[in-house]
């Protein structure tokens, strides 16, 4: 949906920010409004900017289209920055590079019809002040990160009384898990019921287990997927709703996926935020943890960085650990598993670089399964996002290769099918899904309708199989040959990859398709931990004061974690963390 949004900034400035140091005035403009466009993540970001002869004086976005809550600080922070340096020399936001880039364009373009010079501007240099020391602070319980897991640790933590800060090192609350899918895995009988799904905690920890090669430690995962079911309570209970139907993410290897009501990650991280701010969380965003403080072994506090100055803050509790994992790292990601390199895009937030697992490393913390990086088939051919593809449950898609035919079981394990996709020719392939999955007016996990996505020339659309195939660029015969095929296996069962769930027949036009390519996901590997959250040492001891939960742990799903378990992960351990910290604590609460 256009999102119509009207910011509106004046800023009175000094002469002094207009002229050079040599005193000459630098900005010769036509004063008036002028239009300027720029193409952000999801289409173009429309401006009007308002120049006097010396001066820009106003920044007004008119339109823009990207997505809510992840991007809202480039509107605001970047307008405000070029109106207070007068430069165009300002910062990207972080988490938004595409937004910042596309909003800076559109100001680029309004002024170069302002007669203004550009590269000038460009290149004016911003005087950023220096770091300072600013006030110590004193706490109960610190929780680093503001994704799913630190924000459960905060709510939980707080609705046991305990005083709370909470740190976030960008402009936005969320993380990966804002980005993520939604999909939720946990044994429901209610509603599995409801579809004739046998299911039972067993089976989801035989899952759990086995699909990560035995190597998830027994007691995590059975703590997960004990408590996975009563997370979705929980979250119910604080208004979060979930849907009916029950499906099965991709890599879910069973129908238990729940889907959030509300898109993306957006309703996990809404209802804690809001939970926590009315329990009294402090959120400090634009905050990062530097290093732990430990005194006689205990974790006591952190070292936190601001844009204006440095501080410690103090923990009579503890610290939970949330600040979850280090796929954007590419350093750190080649540094465990040389094969995920530059070349390789990723789906997580630029905020996963793994500090988490750098700050506990420091404080004597162990590590496990660091080489374990899940790398997904779904990731746009551009950005390695998740977004922009038709097609909901297993059950209903194919995966199709350049050549128009399939090549893997598309309810196989996400290694297995990530594997085969990169032995492809130009490691690329296509979903392909029909009007099954995706009817008229149908959203996929990302809130983006089947028009939208075909509008944007995310997803290919055609009646007919033929004229699929021709819009694919692939073998029209070779791609009818393998829906017939497919269609067959779903009557039969029998299918020549060895796929498991069925449903429908890709039969019922309009047809679609999605280009996608590997791209990096979820760093199975961190810190480890007990089933209470308590950070183990490299001598096998508990770190006293010292809680870790969410994606920057290791040790619950093994070699390879299971779609739809990431979620569950950050709420059953976050909700761990945050009465853990609390309890096992020698302080008192006030
Ligand atoms: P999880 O799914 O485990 O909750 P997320 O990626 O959703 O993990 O959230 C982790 C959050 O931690 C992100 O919002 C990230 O920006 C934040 N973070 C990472 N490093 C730091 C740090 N050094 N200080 C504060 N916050 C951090």
């Known amino acids: ?18 002229v050079t140091p040599a005193g000459a005035a630098v900005m010769s403009l036509e004063a008036g409004t002028y239009s300027g466009n720029g193409e952000g993540m999801n289409g173009t970001i429309e401006v009007k900017v308002t120049v006097a002869k010396d001066e820009i004086t106003n920044i007004e976005v008119v339109s823009e289209n990207e997505t809510d809550g992840m ?45 203004a010079d550009v590269d000038f501007l460009k290149n004016k240099k911003i005087e950023k002040k220096a770091a300072k020391k600013i006030e110590d602070r004193t706490t109960n319980v610190v929780v680093i990160g503001g994704g799913n897991a630190g924000l459960a640790a905060a709510v939980t933590a707080s609705d046991q009384g305990a005083d709370v800060i909470l740190l976030e090192k960008m402009p936005m609350l969320g993380g990966n898990s804002i980005r993520a899918g939604g999909a ?22 035989y899952h759990t287990y086995t699909g990560g090669d035995k190597e998830g430690k027994i ?9 996975a079911n009563k997370g979705i309570d929980w979250l119910e209970s604080m208004g979060m709703g979930f849907e009916d139907e029950i499906f099965t993410v991709l ?91 530059e070349k390789t895009k990723t789906t997580n937030h630029p905020g996963a670089t793994g500090d988490g697992i750098v700050m506990a490393e420091k404080v004597d913390a162990d590590l496990v399964g660091m080489e374990y990086i899940q790398s997904l088939p779904l990731g746009d051919p551009k950005t390695g996002s998740l977004k922009g593809w038709a097609g909901m449950s297993v059950e209903n898609y194919i995966f199709v290769n350049k050549n128009g035919e399939r090549f893997v079981s598309e309810s196989d394990r996400r290694d297995v099918m990530t594997n085969a996709l990169i032995d492809q020719p130009d490691s690329f392939m296509y979903i392909v899904c029909d009007a099954h999955s995706m009817p008229a007016g149908s959203k996929n996990s990302f809130n983006e309708t089947i028009e939208e996505l075909v509008a944007k020339g995310k997803t290919l659309k055609a009646m007919t199989i033929k004229g699929l195939a021709e819009k694919m660029n692939v073998d029209p015969e070779a791609f009818a ?43 199975m590997g961190g ?39 990431a979620l569950p992960d950050t709420i059953v351990f976050g909700r761990i963390a945050g009465e853990a910290v609390v309890k096992n604590s020698p302080a008192e609460i006030k």
């Open 1 to 18: 949906m256009k999102k119509l949004s009207i910011i509106l900034f004046s800023v009175m400035l000094t002469l002094s920010l207009l």
């Open 71 to 115: 991007t809202d600080a480039v509107f605001e922070k970047i307008p405000e920055d070029i109106l207070a340096y007068q430069s165009l020399a300002v910062d990207a936001v972080s988490g938004a590079t595409f937004a910042s880039k596309g909003l800076l364009a559109a100001v680029t373009d309004a002024l170069k019809k302002a007669g």
């Open 184 to 205: 939720y895995n946990a044994v429901d009988p209610e509603r599995q019921k409801e579809q004739g799904i046998e299911d039972s905690v067993e089976r989801h920890f």
């Open 219 to 227: 007691k995590l995962i059975y703590t997960l997927v004990d408590n």
């Open 251 to 341: 890599g879910a290897l069973w129908p238990r996926s729940h889907a959030p009501s509300e898109p993306v990650g957006n309703g996990f991280i809404n209802t804690m935020r809001d939970q926590a701010e009315k329990n009294g969380v402090e959120i400090l965003l634009n905050t990062k943890a530097e290093e732990l403080i430990t005194e006689d072994g205990r974790v006591v506090g952190v070292k936190a960085s601001t844009e204006d100055g440095n501080f410690e803050i103090r923990a009579s509790q503890g610290v939970v650990m949330a600040a979850g994992g280090f796929a954007a790292n590419v350093e750190m990601r080649k540094k465990y598993n040389p094969l995920l390199d």
């Open 481 to 523: 040959q393998t829906i017939e095929k497919y269609n067959k296996a779903v009557e039969t069962g029998d299918d020549e990859f060895g796929k498991t769930l069925f449903d429908k027949k890709l039969n019922k036009p309009p047809y679609y398709a999605s280009p996608r390519v590997p791209t990096a996901h979820h760093t």
């Open 527 to 565: 810190i480890k931990i007990n089933s209470d959250t308590q950070v183990i040492d490299t001598d096998g001891n508990v770190i006293p004061g010292f809680f870790a939960a969410g994606e920057v742990t290791g040790g619950i799903h093994g070699t390879n974690r299971l779609g739809g378990n």
